[in-house]
């Protein structure tokens, strides 16, 4: 049973005309319906990317608020659907007829970023509308500069794609050829989109015929007194929990690594929440001004982080517009990083803004509720290969399109999740290796859990991966990464200690290494050129050297933990027994005497002269997570050069969520 079928609690009041039974089966029936539809898309899709669970899908009312969301959908759409829908109301008015489909993909008017494109169908019972049935889907390339659309250059939209206001695709049950041709002939793969665009438009008719199957049956008052009291019905459960809730004020912040037009430093996103008798209220207004790359969050996203993060913390509560009641924010000006406004570029937003609104809602929720505490989880990441597929003689364009799981944050009893999707969407399915191989000249060469990328705590953070690949026959390819978190490392909470940077390495171990970072774009590769980048783990909660040794030992049986960083970061002495065999014992008077001597030196650490750590680091005497975890320094982790700004925030960071709880 999932959260969105669970009954109502005792005395829970049902819409009025609706008794308990019905409103029940009305409710769980709605869920069904928009599970229909993700079923349909993903039997009918042509894309890979859709095909991986990259879409969702939602029933709304009349008006266009979100009666319920499917059972397994994408974090991020969750927030934006009635946005865009109430987009179509807007610019269309009386002007909707049985059998329109609209599509919309514009990220200035509540959607995501252009490459997720939606189709909007209204519902209809004889001259009335009664609801929308729409699904939203990402399409592997949507124009722009760089195929796959991701251009972390971008300033201004026009650089990433093409932008579509609400327009019309379907009227009165006939498609409108022209448009359809012209918003796929506006991409890299026509032929792909066509089919996406045709299989997301009647992934909508499914939902169609399932409301009015249930309208048939049920009644039409009946059904749309279904729509409104399962939107009255969550906000009623969520302020019955606020109730029981302490009220007050909170605050934290995250950062982006950077903006590459100002001198190096970290790029804030500040979060203020309180919770009083009216609801939560969250305060972004002390956010930096938009950064001159595409990591901006539009107001549809950045309100979409903010249902996403707090409903975390109500895992029961099912998810429609009733939350939507609950949740105010200010997000201050328009033309900040979390407030972009039209032309500002924004596809990054999803690694950007959204991902760091959510682990800060983590934070700060800890608080709140600190036996549901979780550190900050690992930073969504798309890495996108482009070019000709020299594997056949027309040499079509491919975009081989790659996200990776990773480790979420420890929690207040257990370890985080490790090998995990991103909190962007925990539905998001990792990619089959064969079916990217198959479509694209690409071979996958690793893909392996990284051995000390868990975050150090008491409850240590999941575990992230490597994934590596070597290009075959290919022509005119660049490669482009949209990430976050080689600066701004996941990080620990209640004393636990951060994971690892990201970024991609290119020819590793070889005379033409180059680490190319966190975000890039059309960067030329070459046939036999190979590449390799982590995802990050989550970040610790609670002091490392309070985890048991026992643990830290069965932790490197598993190899998530290695016997240096085990003494490094936990000051637990292991001692190899029979490796072959999985034998290993805790040397305890060494393990006893090593963490003293770490509780001793370890403020000191944080204190340390950067320049001469960043030396240190250059010559090999330190490694990255040495440079991390103990003395809080940020580097080129190519290079070695010091960042200087970023060291100094980053240990302002260190010492709040770890140095602070150490003993």
Avoid at 384 to 402: A, C, H, I, S
Wanted: glycine share 10%; proline share 5%; hydrophobic share 35%.
């Amino acid at each position: 049973m999932t959260s969105d079928q669970r009954p109502a609690p005792s005395g829970a009041v049902t819409p009025a005309g609706l008794d308990p039974v019905t409103f029940e089966v009305l409710k769980n029936a709605f869920v069904t319906a928009v599970d229909l539809m993700s079923e349909q898309i993903m039997r009918t899709c042509y894309s890979f990317v859709i095909y991986a669970r990259d879409f969702s899908s939602a029933l709304c009312d009349a008006d266009g608020n979100t009666v319920m969301q499917g059972s397994a959908d994408i974090a991020v759409h969750v927030g934006t659907l009635h946005f865009q829908c109430k987009a179509v109301l807007e610019e269309f008015g009386d002007d909707i007829n049985p059998g329109d489909v609209f599509a919309v993909n514009d990220p200035y008017r509540g959607g995501t970023h252009f490459n997720d494109v939606s189709f909007i169908r209204p519902i209809f019972v004889g001259a009335e509308i009664i609801g929308f049935a729409q699904n939203k889907g990402h399409w592997a390339d949507i124009g722009g500069n760089v195929p796959g659309s991701f251009d972390v250059n971008a300033k201004e939209h026009f650089s990433e794609g093409l932008r579509i206001t609400p327009v019309r695709v379907w009227h009165r049950g006939r498609q409108l050829r022209d448009v359809a041709q012209l918003l796929v002939s506006n991409t890299r793969s026509p032929y792909s989109c066509m089919g996406d665009l045709n299989a997301q438009a009647e992934a909508t008719a499914v939902c169609e015929r399932e409301i009015l199957r249930l309208v048939d049956h049920y009644g039409r008052d009946t059904v749309v007194a279904a729509m409104g009291g399962a939107q009255d019905y969550v906000e009623r459960i969520v302020r019955h929990k606020l109730a029981e809730l302490p009220k007050g004020e909170w605050e934290t912040v995250d950062y982006l690594d950077a903006d590459p037009s100002k001198p190096e430093g970290l790029v804030p996103i500040s979060v203020k929440m309180r919770i009083d008798d009216d609801g939560i209220h969250y305060d972004l207004s002390g956010s930096a001004p938009a950064v001159s790359t595409f990591l901006n969050s539009g107001y549809g996203t950045t309100h979409s982080a903010l249902y996403a993060g707090t409903k975390t913390f109500f895992p029961d509560v099912p998810l429609n517009s009733g939350l939507y009641r609950v949740v105010h924010a200010e997000l201050g000006p328009e033309g900040t990083v979390v407030n972009a406004s039209w032309p500002t570029a924004v596809t990054g937003f999803c690694s950007g803004p959204y991902e760091k609104l959510m682990n800060a809602l983590f934070e700060i929720w800890s608080q709140v509720m600190p036996e549901r505490a979780m550190a900050c989880a690992f930073n969504l990441e798309y890495l996108l290969v482009g070019g000709k597929d020299g594997r056949t003689e027309d040499r079509p364009y491919f975009m081989w399109y790659d996200w990776m799981a990773g480790g979420w944050g420890g929690r207040a009893t257990k370890d985080g999740s490790g090998a995990t999707a991103p909190v962007f969407g925990p539905g998001l399915a990792v990619q089959p290796v064969e079916g990217q191989e198959r479509l694209s000249p690409v071979l996958t060469t690793e893909h392996t859990i990284v051995t000390d990328s868990g975050g150090p705590g008491r409850h240590r953070g999941g575990c992230g991966l490597e994934k590596g690949g070597v290009l075959t026959d290919c022509e005119s390819t660049v490669m482009s990464y949209c990430c976050d978190r080689a600066r701004s490392i996941t990080w620990g909470i209640a004393g636990g200690l951060p994971s690892l940077p990201h970024g991609v390495w290119l020819n590793k171990g070889t005379e033409d290494e180059r680490f190319l970072g966190a975000t890039f774009s059309n960067v030329a590769i070459e046939p036999g050129d190979t590449f390799t980048r982590p995802s990050a783990g989550g970040g610790g909660h609670g002091d490392p050297l309070t985890r048991d040794p026992a643990l830290v030992v069965e932790d490197v049986i598993d190899g998530y933990v290695s016997i240096e960083r085990a003494a490094k970061d936990y000051g637990v002495v292991v001692v190899p027994v029979d490796p072959e065999l999985d034998r290993y014992e805790v040397h305890i008077a060494a393990t006893e005497e090593l963490r003293r001597s770490i509780a001793a030196e370890r403020r000191g650490w944080l204190v340390e002269d950067p320049h001469v750590v960043a030396h240190r680091y250059r010559a090999g005497e330190l490694d990255m997570l040495d440079s991390i975890r103990r003395y809080g320094v940020i580097v080129d982790w190519g290079t070695g050069e010091l960042h200087e700004n970023t060291t100094r925030q980053y240990r302002e960071l260190l010492h709040k969520r770890a140095a602070a709880y150490w003993d």
